[in-house]
């Protein structure tokens, strides 16, 4: 005979996981904005900068991209606790992938 799924759990579960990753985004949000100094900005500043940067064009913001896999390069040399992976960008040794 076959085994009853039981549906209410695994959606439980699986909302779980969800408010899990959204907790851990929105910490890592945090934790990458002390790391880059932009909590020494005014949030007025930090929020125009941010929508600013969902409406630049493509070219723009690929040579931000450049600049923040660079910025993580060079963090992850200078305490040794980065490590590069197979795409060139750098990642916090023990962290998930803030993306998500």
Known sequence: MRK???????????????????????????ELVTATGADALDLNILVGVL???????ADTKEAWRTKGAA???RRGRKGGRGTTTDNGVASEAGASNPQG
């Open 4 to 30: 009853v799924r039981d549906y209410d759990a695994e959606l439980k579960a699986l909302s779980d996981k969800v408010s899990t990753l959204k907790a851990r985004k929105v910490q890592q949000l945090g």
């Open 51 to 57: 929508i600013e940067a969902m409406e630049a064009n």
């Open 71 to 73: 910025f993580f390069q």
